[in-house]
């Protein structure tokens, strides 16, 4: 893959974090139904802490696989 290419997705790998948090989270502060025994913005939160770790792997292979990290 070239650099260019895989800069571009790695950018959108990790944005996803940044946008499941500050534009989707405000959506989900509601105090019904329960998601596993939680609020839905809390079950939100655990599983974007999750993903995340991987989004961020993600975009860190692309980068170093893309040549830009050395």
């Given at each position: 893959?070239?650099?260019?290419?895989?800069q571009?997705?790695?950018?959108?790998?990790?944005l996803?974090?940044?946008?499941?948090?500050?534009?989707i989270?405000p959506?989900?502060?509601?105090?019904?139904?329960?998601?596993?025994?939680?609020?839905?913005?809390?079950?939100?939160?655990?599983?974007?802490?999750?993903?995340?770790t991987?989004s961020?792997?993600?975009?860190?292979?692309?980068?170093l696989g893309?040549?830009?990290?050395?």
């Amino acid at each position: 893959m070239e650099k260019v290419q895989a800069q571009k997705y790695a950018l959108l790998l990790g944005l996803l974090p940044w946008i499941a948090y500050v534009v989707i989270s405000p959506f989900l502060n509601k105090p019904k139904p329960l998601l596993l025994g939680m609020p839905p913005l809390m079950f939100w939160n655990t599983l974007w802490l999750i993903l995340t770790t991987l989004s961020l792997y993600g975009a860190y292979k692309l980068e170093l696989g893309g040549g830009l990290l050395e």
